[in-house]
Structure formats: structure tokens, C-alpha cells
């Protein structure tokens, strides 16, 4: 069996001047590169650069998908007419090679699931060949692009928060225009609604992949995305950017678009914005609170559940590593029967099965169902894509 382990994929918006004057360029780092030399190609407003020759496989695509995007976002984040140069995206091979460029050390990346970054201006990812089931990189191209967007209104005066939560909502362009959460991160909201542990406005100031662990660090997004949602209906999101940049203030820009002091803020987005965000009312939200363990999800997932559906996963499992794979389906089907929630792991492991008893279709339609219920879920994509292919 396939087994796949999930970075938290998180994005960092870093400011640091000192810092950014003193960054490599993506050619003068690999010039001297084993891999070969570095690669460009260009199409309308961008410019992809890598340099192992795999990474070659996501480039149309990702310009085609980042053209696409930009037609909706240019006209809401930039004033007509204006000059523009090409924006630079930046594939790194490997972790090793975007910590040393990006000058964010390794603990940091492997702590929070750091995925992509956008500095001085250059959007910068990491290889999706780094995970076993890769990630969306469309989307997280295009969460990175709307960090570059904001800091072309302004370089300065925007928080942590709202440019994540700026950057969140936009994120699913061109397709997906109201973005909302997956169920495991309504999980993780309501689990901390439950247990009163919120993160105020000053604490979402801070740096996201500082927080203490990648679960705080997730919350932190949530919060961000839910507060700039509210904002957003009282002057506009992106025009409270332009606010804050014209008066060079994030609170005189807070103040303009909520008229509200700051005390009377900090005290509605903790007892008001975040109380009353309307949770969805569905059982999967109940049960599957993102984990961040680490460990095997078919495992960690099964621990929430029922004896019965449990202990059917578990012979589904055992059958499948012994290469039984249509009695692994049949035990796994009596799972998902006998209960009313079914992890997504779980999912993954009967495409699985069916694709290797000869069900390609039912293997499809599987996939189809977990990926309309969980559109970001790598791996259901990467069992999808492989059955594309052979």
C-alpha cells in the first residue's frame, strides 16, 4: 500500500529588508549546479526558472493556470494602464537548496511545513517531487502571487494577518472564487472554539511559521481567512490594503473601513467575528480536526472511529499488504457501510484496492468522491493522476 505522510501546507510572507538585500539569485545559486543549467520559460506577465529537469513537467501548466488567474486579479488589484514587469516564480529541487536561498533555516521549513515563499519580490516553491503525493501548487502559486499583488500597492503597513488572509481568499483563482475551508480545518477551528483557545489580533502580527507548532500555525491561517472574510464585507479587503498604504497606518486603515477603535476591534474579532463563524453542521467536521502527528493517517484517522468500521479497516489493511487486494476492497466497502463518516484515508485505501483488483472505474469514482469533499488532498490527486497514466 501506498503510504502518505502530509506536510502542513502553510505559506510564509517575509519582510525582512536586511534580510532580502542579501538573497542569491535563483542563477548565480545554481550556476555551478550537478543538476545542469538553470531553465527559463516565459508566457504573457510570467517567468518560471528551475533547474532539475523533472521540475520541467508542472511549467505549462502552472503558466497557463497563473495567466488565467491574473485576468480576474489584475483589474481588482491594480489600477488600469499601469506598467508591468514579469513576475518571477522559482522551483527549488529540494529543501536544502530553498533554505539555503531563502535564508529560512531547515528547522523552520520541517517544523511549520513551509511549502513556498514570496521575497523581494520573486515567487519561490518548492518541488512538489518533495512530497510524496506532491501538493496544490496552483494554488499555492497563486496564494503567493496575491502576496506579491499586495506588496505592489504597498511594501509596508500590512500585518501578517491580513495579507494571509488576503492571500487565502484569493487563492483558488481562477476557479474556485469564495474559498472556504476543508473539513479537517473546521476541525481544528472547532476544537479550538471548544477549548476557548484563540489567537488575538496582536499574536496574528507575529510571523505564522513562528508559532509554536504547526497546529497553532494552521489555526493562525483559519483565523486570518475568517477575520479578512468579515472585513472584507465592511469596505473591501483589498481596498482596506489600499487604505492602509494611503495612510500609512494599519489601524487608522482599520478604523476608516470598521469604525472601530483598536480596543473595540481586538474585542470584536475575539468575542464576535471568531464566536459566530458558522461552522458547517456535518459529521466529518466532528471527527476529523487536522492531525499533525505525522504519523500513518489510515491509523491516526481510525482512532476516531467506531469498533466495527475500525476493526473493518483494519483486516482491509492487513489484506492489502498481503497482496489480497479485491478481499482488501471487500472488507473496506463493509467500512465504509458501517459508519456514517469515512476518513479520507480510508478512501485512498479502496481506490487503492479496487486499482489493483482491476476496478480502474470504481478506483475513479472513489477518488472523484474524496477529492469533491477534500479538493486539496495531495495524495487522492496523485492516486487519481496515476491512474491517468496506466
Known sequence: MIRFFF????????????LLADLPSFDDFFKT?????????????FAVSWVHPRDEIIVDALLEHLELADKDLDP?????????????????????SFSAVSGLSMARFKATGTIALTLGQRLMILSPRNLAGGYP????????????????????YIPIWLHEGVAQMYQGYPYIKNWDFEPSQWGLFKK???????????????????????????LAYIEALIF?????????????VRFAGELQSTEKALSKCTHLSETELQKKFLNDVLLNAKIPDRTDVQFFARDFSGKDPLETEGRKMDKISKNYAVLSDQEFKQGRFKASAIE?????????VVPPSWSRQLASAYQKSGKPEKARATLETL????????????????????
Open 7 to 18: 506536510t502542513s501546507l502553510l505559506f510564509l510572507i517575509a519582510v525582512d529588508k536586511p
Open 33 to 45: 549546479s550537478q543538476l545542469g543549467k538553470v531553465q527559463t520559460k516565459e508566457k504573457g506577465h
Open 76 to 96: 481588482i488589484f491594480r489600477s488600469a494602464g499601469g506598467v508591468r514587469k514579469k513576475t518571477p516564480i522559482e522551483i527549488y529541487p529540494d529543501l536544502k
Open 137 to 156: 501548487w496552483g494554488i499555492t502559486v497563486v496564494h503567493e502571487y496575491t502576496h506579491y499583488l499586495i506588496r505592489e500597492i504597498t511594501l509596508d
Open 192 to 218: 479550538a472554539k471548544q477549548k476557548k483557545k484563540w489567537l488575538n489580533l496582536e499574536t496574528l502580527k507575529e510571523p505564522f511559521p513562528y508559532r509554536k507548532d504547526p497546529e497553532e500555525a494552521e
Open 228 to 240: 479578512v472574510k468579515w472585513l472584507d464585507q465592511q469596505c473591501g479587503a483589498v481596498n482596506l
Open 332 to 340: 473496506m466497502e463493509k467500512a465504509f457501510h458501517s459508519t456514517p
Open 371 to 390: 477529492l469533491h469533499d477534500y479538493p486539496r488532498d495531495a495524495a487522492g490527486w496523485y492516486l487519481l493522476a496515476e491512474l491517468g497514466i496506466k
